[in-house]
């Protein structure tokens, strides 16, 4: 199966109005035609990450001034390229 990341965190929101933003977001790293590569297009090795900001929906799930932010890899990458990563490593 594919390996998969999950972050979350609270934001300072300053300047961002909630109202004009999305509850969902992809944020790809090569386009849907991609870039040629054998391991291609949008499902791709290390190429999707989704972003949710669930403040959009509700704004009570983070204090006056944050916002909440869920990023998470969108597991279409094999668990080898991270099963040596140590925990709290850089």
């Not at 297009?41 to 989704?50: K, Q, W």
């Amino acid at each position: 199966t594919g390996s998969f990341l999950h972050l979350h965190l609270a934001i300072r929101a300053d300047g961002l109005n909630l109202k004009e933003m999305e509850a969902h977001y992809t944020v790809m790293d090569r386009s849907l035609a991609g870039d040629g590569s054998e391991n291609d297009g949008p499902c791709g090795e290390l190429n999707m990450i989704a972003v949710s900001n669930p403040c959009v929906i509700d704004d009570t799930l983070a204090p006056d001034g944050f916002m909440v932010v869920h990023a998470y890899g969108a597991g279409n990458e094999p668990y080898e390229l991270w099963k040596d990563v140590k925990r709290g490593s850089a």
